[in-house]
């Protein structure tokens, strides 16, 4: 068979999928994305469909990998040039970051995983608006949202937990720069270990994975087992969950978004967030009510950190309580104070 | 001190938070009240809560014990009468049924844990009819919660299976008869056991419980353990999921319900609720319309047995489908087909 005439090769179910991922809401062609590579099976398959859908010319990115190398191993180096390699070798450039993650939780009192990710969020942030990328892309599998969802649950959080890893968000509140995590509705973590031996391609074994001091690989390794005793197809249906979850809390957020328009739009004056009619709230359904209650707070605060649910309970109670007076004191100083007719925040 | 100036014993903690217990809807004079009593300890803790209160005069209830012997163990009919004389011995009246839930089971092809469940509440409400009772009160614990929401969760229920155990719900859809699970909310099923003791009061040991047949059991005995090494108030989160899951699940109900009455208004001749306007429907969020789809079929075909996910994502579908022609096949014949605007039932 000449050059000229050869057929291509069929696509690999693993692109094929990827490519058919519903909700990929990549541009196709002419665009820059950013892949955040760690090394390991999921990252490592995901750089390796893209370059089979570019090869295919079904996709026509260009795609910048992007490393953080956390300094918490000593061969963490020789892993970053691994990646650095890796990239090279399909035809792509990538950007290495040294950030050392304990220092740097060591010195905000943060834990290690949340330190890390934060430092891997915020460079891939940084590196797409340097490259003029509209996307990000993080590897994670139906496993990783599992685990979260699980994650979630010990740790007591409702249905806005459950929601689990967000497919598509933004990378930001506010960004115009989506964060996409094209594996994880479809991609069991086997199934980019397989990817990755079809196409030859080694990947790198996360030393991490295997410390039990973690509660993610304690619910990798001890939960999900004992859970899949019960329920076969029990990662499938946990991502179920998660999905189902997150259409309801879109619902919630919304419905709950409309009341508390409308309740600051009767205070009198719209301009003034910080003041709440309660007329409509003291009608409206408990659920709903709290949850535009807490998006109050957000809005006022610009975050919900250390708001618990007993201070949405105590706000709540603020619109059925007696006139005037009133306070419910919010951890780190704020206020909000019943008015006559108004909830009011201070800070 | 003489008999005419005692002070009347304090109220017992368990006592005392049964009384206390926010959501109590119990009528607390003058009414009939049917409890259930297997003659373990939740039950019989609470049933000796109740006596407390009525001897404190806190209540003034006429409680009549229900205890459905499940003829699954040779010495059940010992266990009956156990609970009569328990009952006796409080002043209680009793009413002891004998079903033979394994045979009935057979006949019907179910699970021995679902017919029993079915015969129990069955005998509960013809009994609370007969005796003029508004309520009838069960003793699960926020330990039966905890499992019921893991069985759900392992099972891949979305956010109305995370609800767990209602504390309070009609007995049957439209009934006035209330079903309450007075201690479902606050009571370990330790604090049963703890406050049987205390009253000097034995209980019964159910040795299902022990058959690791029963996923319930091995929730019980082998995965709750393992989530409190992760978190060692994990019962207490998982009720607090369930709480939280109610009340978001409430809120969506209503304003699916809302949205389904707009859309049958909308068809042209109210009285038809078989045949739904797609107008309306096209326009509203997604999670919203899903669930108005759902109640609709619930309407019309009275239940929602076999109707799954993917069902409901097909009827969806029609919303935004080309005009006419496209139908859904229902598990059990039932069909939706969509003519111009409109969504039809048939059977």
Chains 1, 2 share one sequence.
Not at 8 to 33: G, I, Y
Not at 194 to 221: K, P, S
Not at 238 to 246: G, Q
């Amino acid at each position: 068979m000449s050059a000229e005439s050869r057929a291509k090769p069929p696509l690999s179910t693993f692109a094929r999928k990827l490519l058919e991922w519903k909700r990929l809401e990549l541009p196709k062609t002419n665009a820059v994305v950013v892949a955040g590579v760690s090394g390991g099976a999921d990252s490592v398959a995901l750089l390796l469909a893209l370059e089979e859908l570019n090869r295919a010319e079904k996709l026509d990115l260009k795609i910048v990998v992007a490393h953080l190398d956390h300094k918490l191993r000593k061969n963490s180096g020789v892993d970053a040039r691994w990646v650095a390699k890796l990239a090279r070798g399909l035809g792509f450039r990538s950007v290495i970051r040294r950030v050392n993650v304990a220092r740097k939780a060591g010195r905000l009192r943060q834990n290690l995983e949340q330190t890390g990710r934060r430092a891997r969020y915020s460079f891939f942030a940084e590196l797409a608006k340097k490259e003029g990328a509209q996307v990000v892309l993080t590897a994670h599998t139906m496993d990783d949202q599992a685990e979260t969802l699980l994650l979630n649950l010990l740790r007591g959080a409702g249905i806005d937990g459950l929601v689990g890893i967000d497919p598509v968000r933004e990378l930001a509140s506010g960004s115009h720069l989506q964060l996409a995590r094209p594996l994880v509705t479809w991609a069991r973590r086997r199934d980019t270990e397989a990817y990755c031996r079809a196409r030859g391609v080694e990947f790198l074994i996360d030393e991490t994975n295997a410390d039990e001091r973690f509660a993610r690989v304690r619910i990798r390794r001890q939960l999900l087992p004992l859970m899949k005793t019960f329920n076969p197809k029990i990662v499938e249906s946990l991502a179920r969950i998660a999905a189902l979850a997150r259409e309801d809390r879109a619902t919630l957020e919304r419905k709950a978004g409309e009341l508390l328009q409308t309740a600051l739009s009767q205070n009198g004056k719209t301009e003034m967030a910080r003041r709440l009619s309660i007329r409509g709230l003291s009608t409206s359904h408990a659920g709903l009510r709290r949850r535009a209650l807490r998006e109050w707070v957000r809005k006022c605060r610009g975050d919900l950190r250390r708001l618990e649910r007993v201070h949405v309970l105590a706000i709540d109670s603020l619109v059925f309580g007696q006139r005037g007076g009133r306070v419910v004191e919010l951890p780190g100083g704020a206020r909000i104070t019943r008015k006559r007719e108004l909830l009011e925040y201070s800070e």
